[in-house]
């Protein structure tokens, strides 16, 4: 359904020939996982010469079109609407539920954060999906370091808007430690779990204003204290501040604990939304040298923020792809299927979703070759229609 209305959005705002182009580059960007455009003009299926190849690739990626709001926003409202609808499942529904796992204990996470590649700075605001976390929207920064409290406005406001019909709660790491932010996004009805500095100062309770770093906590401790005042300056009152301190394992010791600031009074709950986070890192991992290499490329700031969002296309087709071949079982076709010693999978759902289109792809281009080699094994030929049907599964999902 959700790639139905991809592609309806793209004839929508796009001519055929622009749709069709930006379809292309999606499934180059899956195949070769680069966004420089001497590669994709070097790869771009069209018999012009390699110079009008690049001018069409550049021409399209000035488009005004290639908007978050415009192309993306509308499929992320049809999957939260698809994952909290109420209504009962039919029969096919509950044989095939939702791979979207949008909802993190009934909230709608979102985690804000910022990346850096060369001089681009980008901030940007995800939802948090499974393990891994999808762009919704993005701004880049003008300058080098940290967002301000303006910036951060400017990247969540859109989204809240988009998002104002479900539970929302907005995660974030030091960089956006500031209570004036958590006090603006209360006022807008939304939850935050935010990491503060050691820095932070701190009235609780139990204790006199104060940073954090000199209070008195230990390794292997967990506190939770409510109605906490922040900032000695201009004080915010009726917060809450988690402190979570890992103890020792295996003579590896956490430096500090997570100093959390949070609207939310279950400490447990505050723990599971902050470790949702490693999503957005997950995410940008993908994005740079593990998956579509984003710091290779060198063009201008237009070209940039396109380029974002056919990476975000492509991401969500290649995770979504990723979860489909999972609940299939089809790992064994695709890559290590055996857990490693800390019983953790060898694959990223992203990695397993590229897997799965490289290798289905890589039997069509070779399949005559392939037929001659199956020809040369044929007390191999049980494995074989065991994969050729493998294959036939992993098409309907590409």
Request: proline letters at 4%; glycine letters at 4%.
């Amino acid at each position: 359904m959700l790639r139905t209305l991809y592609q309806k959005l793209l004839r929508i705002h796009l001519s055929e020939s622009q749709a069709l182009t930006l379809e292309i580059l999606v499934l180059m960007l899956q195949s070769y996982r680069q966004v420089r455009l001497s590669t994709l003009a070097n790869f771009f299926p069209q018999p012009i010469q390699y110079k009008s190849r690049i001018r069409n690739i550049q021409r399209l990626l000035e488009l005004p079109q290639l908007s978050a709001k415009l192309l993306w926003f509308p499929i992320i409202k049809a999957a939260l609407k698809s994952e909290f609808r109420e209504k009962k499942l039919n029969r096919a529904q509950r044989r095939h539920p939702s791979k979207l796992r949008f909802k993190t204990k009934n909230y709608v996470a979102i985690a804000l954060d910022r990346t850096q590649w060369r001089d681009r700075n980008l901030l940007m605001a995800t939802i948090i999906w499974g393990n891994h976390a999808l762009p919704i929207y993005w701004e880049l920064l003008s300058k080098l370091g940290s967002s301000s409290f303006r910036e951060q406005k400017r990247v969540l406001g859109p989204v809240l808007a988009l998002l104002k019909p479900y539970p929302v709660v907005v995660i974030g790491d030091r960089e956006f430690h500031s209570a004036k932010l958590a006090d603006w996004l209360r006022t807008k009805g939304v939850d935050v779990v935010f990491r503060q500095k050691k820095s932070a100062f701190v009235a609780t309770s139990c204790q006199p204003g104060k940073s954090l770093k000199t209070q008195g906590f230990k390794s292997g401790e967990s506190h939770f204290f409510l109605n906490v005042t922040f900032q000695k300056s201009e004080p915010i009152q009726g917060f809450n501040l988690g402190v979570y301190w890992k103890k020792s394992h295996r003579g590896k010791k956490v430096k500090e604990p997570w100093y959390l600031l949070t609207t939310i009074s279950n400490p447990k709950l505050v723990k599971q939304l902050y470790q949702a986070r490693w999503g957005i890192e997950m995410m940008f991992r993908d994005c740079k040298s593990g998956g579509y290499n984003m710091e290779s490329t060198r063009v201008d700031a237009t070209r940039f923020l396109a380029l974002v969002l056919l990476i975000t296309f492509a991401y969500w087709l290649a995770t979504n792809s990723g979860h489909e071949f999972e609940s299939n079982h089809l790992l064994a076709y695709l890559g290590r299927n055996e857990k490693t010693p800390n019983n953790y999978p060898h694959h990223s759902i992203f990695w397993l979703g590229l897997s799965g289109y490289a290798w289905s792809q890589s039997l069509v281009l070779w399949r005559k070759e392939m037929l001659a080699l199956m020809a040369l094994k044929p007390h191999k030929a049980l494995n074989f229609r065991r994969g050729l049907n493998a294959l036939s599964l992993v098409q309907q999902v590409v």
